[in-house]
């Protein structure tokens, strides 16, 4: 993929071409003992590794491995206390075997979803950095319970991990090391046309991620508003046969009414970019209309109610992580080309920042829909730029849209960093993208609609403000982006603060893209 550049940086800073991990994945129908190569990963359960009063595994697959390296695995395993809790790895260097090390990954109790399995890829890519291994073999302590349906999906997440696992961003770094990890040989997971089939699916996804990863990752100096549509436009270039692009520049937004928007952007020297991506599938025919609406803040200072010290200013890069989720989508979708469906894709790109021709708190914009907001407060900006966005992704005629912010502190605060708040007026949507996130493996969590709230977000001289109390704040939010969405379509906010970022490792996520793939495909005629 082409890496995000910008023409003129402040700082002089550019980011470096980094090889994205290329990892061959292939089924075998051999002993897996009698495998060759750099780690063999085993998946294990609690239940897996349960002993009996000899310190013999109970689990026969286990057993049989433990007495090839003469009593090795129970020993360690004693040792270090490793009882196939999630999470929990360990590895080995052996002799006696094909393999140079084994590594137990734990599953924990008993994986319910195949998305569960991600885990042991992320663990296989860990282990691979650690010891430079070239290639892995994966199998699983337990499989006899799986079905024949479930065995490619399982290997397909055990491929996602290990693909967005052995992925580092170092595009920054002075100097980055190649990823070793080159192969993956399956054992117990079976091959054939269906296996192929979820993991050429499963590297789709991944090149969406790995794009939404960089454009979060990306600083405010290098991903100006101006950068990120041109991100956009490459993904229609590279796609033409089912993308075209629309960058709507500052007169044309004027031309349409957006000063909810504009307003926003006004601060800034970098102009505000309005971005509309739209797929179509090959085929021309189609039965759904979609679309997927991000917040596109490349840096909130604040405005003139600028952030505090507490509030992590320097990270504010990252509050444009629901448009990254919208392009990263777009990218695995323009690959997978559902059929059926047509897709617009929405980002009203922006700064938030301070100037004299800046919006301060007071001021009355004026939305696309002719709705007027009273600012009471000018880090309440991401809701202000969504206004005008949902208004032009209703006038596309679609019938559903999901929109995705890092809109409220409030949300990470109800739910923590690792779940995304919903909020929609409508049940069956809300099944839907559930249900897509279950099976990209992410958590979301329905919030209520509180409709008496809207009472703290009246002005006494403008339709609403911006802000109303601070209890029950996202909520209060998903009812302002309610009043700028056509009452016959179906819409649903997705307020993602926390899970886009991860703090121990200092990066994005990539969180949501896989998500919106799922539900675009579950709205597909496929």
């Not at 991903?223 to 041109?230: I, K, N, R, Y």
């Not at 609403?464 to 009812?479: D, E, K, Q, Y």
Request: net charge negative; charged share 20%.
């Amino acid at each position: 993929m082409d890496h995000v550049v910008a023409k003129a940086t402040l700082g002089l800073t550019h980011p470096a071409q980094i090889d994205h991990p290329k990892i061959s994945f292939a089924a075998k129908e051999t002993d897996f003992l009698e495998w060759k190569g750099d780690i063999l990963a085993v998946g294990v359960t609690e239940k897996d590794m349960m002993k009996d009063e000899n310190l013999k595994f109970e689990n026969q697959i286990l057993e049989n491995l433990d007495s090839k390296l003469g009593g090795l695995l129970s020993e360690v395993s004693c040792e270090e206390n490793f009882t196939g809790k999630v999470g929990r790895s360990t590895v080995i260097r052996v002799s006696g075997l094909g393999a140079k090390r084994v590594s137990l990954i734990g599953l924990g109790k008993c994986p319910t979803v195949p998305s569960s399995y991600r885990v042991l890829g992320e663990s296989v890519a860990s282990a691979a950095k650690a010891s430079q291994a070239n290639n892995v073999a994966v199998t699983l302590a337990s499989s006899e319970a799986l079905t024949p349906a479930s065995k490619p999906a399982i290997a397909s997440a055990i491929a996602k991990g290990a693909l967005l696992g052995t992925y580092e961003d170092n595009r920054f770094k002075s100097k980055s090391k190649k990823p070793s990890l080159e192969s993956v040989d399956f054992f117990g997971l079976e091959g054939g046309p269906e296996l192929e089939k979820k993991l050429k699916y499963t590297e789709d996804i991944c090149s969406g991620v790995i794009l939404a990863k960089e454009l979060v990752n990306a600083p405010a100096n290098v991903l100006t508003p101006e950068v990120l549509a041109e991100e956009a436009a490459k993904i229609a270039a590279a796609y033409n046969d089912v993308f075209t692009a629309k960058i709507l520049d500052t007169e044309q937004c004027k031309e349409l009414k957006m000063g909810s928007y504009l307003g926003v952007a006004a601060a800034s020297t970098n102009p505000p970019k309005f971005i509309h991506l739209c797929y179509k599938p090959p085929n021309g025919f189609t039965k759904t209309k979609l679309a997927l609406v991000g917040k596109g803040l490349t840096f909130d200072s604040g405005g003139y109610n600028i952030k505090t010290s507490q509030a992590s200013m320097e990270l504010m890069k990252k509050d444009m992580a629901g448009s990254a989720a919208v392009l990263g989508a777009a990218k695995a979708l323009a690959q997978i080309k559902p059929p059926g469906v047509e897709v617009h894709f929405i980002v009203a790109a922006c700064e938030n920042m301070i100037s004299g021709t800046g919006m301060r708190p007071g001021d009355i914009v004026t939305a696309s829909n002719g709705k007027t907001i009273e600012v009471n407060n000018t880090d309440a900006e991401g809701r202000l730029t969504l206004a005008d966005a949902l208004v032009y992704a209703c006038n596309q005629g679609v019938e559903k849209i999901v929109d995705l912010a890092t809109l409220t502190a409030a949300c990470v605060v109800a739910l923590g960093p690792s779940i995304a708040g919903i909020f929609t007026p409508s049940d069956e949507l809300s099944k839907e993208v559930v249900a897509a996130a279950e099976v990209a493996g992410e958590k979301l969590w329905r919030l209520p609609m509180e409709e008496s709230y809207w009472d703290c977000m009246k002005s006494g001289v403008a339709d609403m403000v911006n802000t109303g109390s601070r209890h029950g704040g996202s909520i209060t939010a998903a009812l302002f982006l309610k009043q700028f969405v056509d009452e016959k379509v179906e819409w649903l906010h997705i307020d993602m603060s926390g899970p886009v970022w991860n703090h121990e490792k200092k990066a994005a996520t990539g969180f949501a893209t896989p998500t919106l793939v799922e539900w675009v495909l579950s709205n597909s005629s496929s």
